[in-house]
């Protein structure tokens, strides 16, 4: 009796309706959304590609030619404002490598200087191939004190592969045509030799031993390095010999100073690797005994002649000492303080 009490209480239980689950409550698509947002850390957006500066850079040095274009890796980084990191490393992305070239691979064992690599657009480059600041460059950069020929095999050799075979291509067409810069010379033969002009000349018996390269520009008639058209002036007139002296008794005339100029300038440069880049510091310095209006108005008639630019400095690279921005010229706002000779008149 008990065990059916017990069993029908059971049945009874089971079919009583079990109450159902309270129903969750929905949560919107934006709410969901907004709780993400306040848990998930807030990523930083990446900083502007420097790509696009970096082009307009290259295209308005492009611009204004000369001894601008191509501005080499450091001088590059200089005008965009950044640094050498930052730069190179633009340079090296995908939009970039479309439209510039390195004249030198900026990786490898022997990573060369920043001062010695140029940036030129992609569209330029038979006419940098055919430069003189190249050739210049290239020799500079291949030569050795005691070996200052160099085959034209040799002058190559760094060079990006296209770049390469185009400038290769240009040294042959320039023996071909007896064209070179006024501070290079040739050997014609099986295996040409190019040299600096200044590398060929000794000081004089008795002499001291000044730096070969103001030798040379010295003795070179200045009417040679003047652009094709330029009309001779009293300052390219041939230098008297040293050891000339008027009927007076007075001293002999000093040479011009255009030829001192360059002197100077072809020394300074070569100390220092070959970037053509002088600061008018330097130069003032080389040449004391000209005062200040007499070298600006002399040097004012070299940049009339397309032989010479100026360029300013912001500072970035290269931290300024007070007597560098006191031999600087001030023209339209900017401080020139760096001297280039120009390789497009």
Excluded: C, W
């Excluded at 600041?133 to 200052?148: F, G, I, N, T, V």
């Excluded at 300052?235 to 011009?256: I, Y």
């Excluded at 330097?282 to 000209?290: E, I, T």
């Excluded at 009339?304 to 006191?326: F, I, T």
């Amino acid at each position: 009796m008990t065990t059916s009490k017990t069993t029908a209480a059971r049945k009874s239980s089971a079919e009583k309706p079990k109450k159902a689950a309270a129903p969750r409550k929905a949560v919107a698509p934006k709410e969901k959304a907004l709780a993400k947002q306040k848990t998930a850390p807030r990523r930083k957006a990446p900083p502007p590609s420097p790509v696009p500066r970096l082009l307009g850079v290259l295209e308005s040095q492009e611009q204004l030619g000369g001894a601008s274009y191509p501005p080499t890796l450091e001088r590059l980084a200089e005008l965009t404002g950044e640094t050498l990191a930052v730069t190179s490393k633009a340079l090296n992305t995908k939009d970039a490598k479309a439209r510039v070239l390195l004249s030198r691979a900026a990786g490898g064992k022997k990573k060369p200087a920043p001062g010695a690599v140029l940036v030129l657009l992609k569209e330029d480059l038979q006419a940098v191939a055919q430069s003189d600041r190249l050739l210049e460059m290239q020799l500079q950069s291949a030569r050795k004190p005691d070996a200052p020929a160099v085959e034209l095999a040799q002058l190559p050799k760094g060079l990006a592969p296209a770049l390469g075979r185009a400038f290769k291509a240009a040294l042959e067409q320039r023996i071909a045509e007896r064209h070179l810069p006024g501070t290079i010379g040739v050997v014609t033969g099986k295996k040409p030799l190019f040299f600096f002009l200044a590398d060929a000349v000794l000081p004089a018996a008795g002499e001291p031993a000044l730096p070969a390269a103001i030798a040379a520009a010295t003795d070179v008639d200045p009417r040679s390095t003047a652009p094709a058209g330029a009309r001779p002036t009293a300052l390219d007139a041939p230098a008297e010999p040293a050891s000339a002296t008027p009927s007076n008794g007075a001293p002999a005339p000093a040479a011009p100073f255009a030829a001192r100029f360059d002197a100077a300038f072809t020394a300074l440069d070569r100390a220092s690797g070959g970037l053509n880049y002088v600061t008018l510091r330097a130069l003032r310095a080389a040449l004391p005994d000209v005062p200040r209006a007499v070298f600006d108005a002399e040097l004012a008639v070299l940049r009339r002649q397309r032989r010479y630019s100026l360029d300013p400095s912001d500072g970035r690279h290269h931290q300024m000492a007070d007597a560098e921005r006191d031999a600087g010229i001030l023209e339209a706002g900017n401080l020139l303080v760096y001297v280039a000779r120009r390789h497009d008149a």
